[in-house]
């Protein structure tokens, strides 16, 4: 079956771990591996005391190449359509700081250093010249590394006594409930924690998963040498067996939506008897998946996933984020339409707020529009929805314009696993976290390739 994988396409003039691109090695690779790993040393103990520490370290790492490229950046147009919505968003935010709702200077301005910094690549990437074979490096790289953050989670429900991290974090124990609120009833009547995966959170495994899934099927039609087909294959059954593992419904139905929205773009590039292909291969590795999760967790699994399919899926939806979707517009968006003063939510607020102030407490968030209107109202929710949007116009239209072997793979696989990140929109808050520092990395890196590369 390999084989008849290579057969898909004919194989480009550079292929991934070809000499004209092993040698290429620098902040980029450096940058992906530094993003994803970084939590993982959470997963050590004794390190709680340093969380707040450990988990700017990412986010420093993304504001740095600003500084460096600063001048470039000052002074050169913007190079990506979504740049001058985020630019906006940026004013905004820093107006947001002094709004008489803030609960303090501190959590505010902690905030929006967050949002700068998520933001902070999609200014920087354009300007670090990337080849589409060091780009198809860089998701491969996402793919390793995902790879084996989900192949841990599954250790972690074999056997946890050796691979659960010894410290879970606070911002779970510290709750009302604490380990029972992220846990299930697994084979023998056994307690098993939602895998962490290279984490300390309950449950996180499965945005890595959503990633290993997605890009080891993309990959693994790809015109690459046996061994990394091989790693494809398994990442991408790793991923959705720690998905089901940890029951995260929303990661599956995002993981089947970008799969099917990747075989739509091949479809747009005319690649037909690869996207069946995929679908083939991608219903195949669900039902395996599936299967040996059941085997692994028990019937909890099945319970678990089977309520998607009990109902209609709006309904479904709804009870379980949707219902916080309306809050947002009908509650929210009223009461609050310039902001309820940035920095009221979340860990800036579990970190750097003033729980003594009374006029300003805490609020609460799960979404991304929820959390857009709290930090900066209707005018943050716009802005940030039209960079979003602007973006997707630009990645598809690359996708469509695409010549080359190499070209149309990046183009495509990008706008997949970017899709991933924006219907977590709907069920997450992806652009205050390090899937959004990604996102805009992958769309201004599309945005570095020299100009005989381009769309």
């Known amino acids: 079956m390999p084989g008849a994988a290579a057969a898909v396409l004919p194989a480009p003039a550079t292929v991934i771990g070809s000499p004209r691109t092993s040698l290429q090695w620098g902040f980029p690779e450096f940058f992906i591996i530094s993003q994803i790993l970084a939590p993982a040393v959470l997963f050590l103990p004794g390190t709680q005391s340093l969380r707040v520490l450990i988990r700017m370290a990412p986010f420093l790492i993304s504001l740095g190449p600003l500084v460096f490229y ?3 950046v000052l002074h050169f147009k913007l190079m990506a359509p979504a740049q001058k919505w985020l630019v906006l968003c ?9 709004h008489p709702g803030t609960n303090s200077i501190t959590a505010a301005a902690a905030q929006a250093m967050l949002y700068l910094s998520v933001m902070a690549p999609i200014f920087w990437a354009p300007h670090i010249k990337l080849t589409p074979e060091r ?15 989900s192949m841990v989670g599954i250790l972690q429900v074999y056997d946890p006594g050796t691979w659960m991290p010894k410290e879970l974090s606070v911002r779970v124990t510290g709750t009302l409930g604490g380990v029972e609120n992220v ?3 697994g084979p023998d009547g056994r307690v098993i924690i939602r895998p962490t995966g290279l984490s300390d959170n309950p449950g996180a495994v499965s945005g890595p998963a959503t990633a ?3 890009l080891g099927l993309i990959f693994f039609f790809e015109p690459i040498r046996l061994w990394r087909r091989l790693v494809a294959a398994f990442s991408a059954l790793a991923g959705v067996t720690v998905i089901f593992l940890s029951q995260v419904r929303t990661s599956l139905l995002v993981a089947c939506g970008a799969l099917l929205a990747y075989v739509l773009l091949l479809a747009l590039q005319r690649q037909k008897r690869k996207a069946l292909l995929l679908v083939i291969f991608g219903v195949l590795a669900f039902v395996v998946s599936f299967f040996f999760a059941v085997g692994l967790g028990g019937q909890s699994i099945e319970n678990r996933f089977a309520t998607l399919f009990a109902d209609n899926p709006t309904n479904v939806y709804y009870e379980n984020r949707g219902a916080q979707i309306q809050y947002g517009v009908d509650t929210l968006l009223f009461q609050y339409p310039a902001g309820a003063g940035i920095g009221r939510w979340g860990m800036m607020y579990a970190y750097f707020g003033d729980p003594n102030n009374l006029e300003s407490p805490a609020l609460w968030a799960e979404l991304q529009p929820n959390a857009w209107v709290l930090d900066g109202g209707l005018v943050l929710l ?3 929805s039209f960079a979003v949007l602007a973006n997707l116009r630009s990645q598809i239209r690359m996708v469509r314009a695409a010549r080359s072997q190499g070209m149309k793979f990046s183009t495509s696989a990008i706008a997949a696993v970017n899709l991933v990140t924006m219907a977590l929109i709907f069920g997450y808050t992806p652009f205050t976290n390090q899937v959004g520092v990604q996102y805009w990395f992958l769309s201004g890196s599309l945005h570095s390739m020299p100009p005989d590369y381009k769309a």
């Open 70 to 72: 600063g001048r470039k």
């Open 212 to 214: 290993a899934a997605l």
């Open 90 to 98: 940026c004013v905004w935010l820093v107006l947001m700081v002094f």
């Open 135 to 149: 780009m198809q490096r860089l998701l491969f790289i996402i793919l390793i590394v995902s790879g084996i953050n």
């Open 183 to 185: 846990s299930y009833i």
């Open 382 to 384: 716009l802005l940030y």
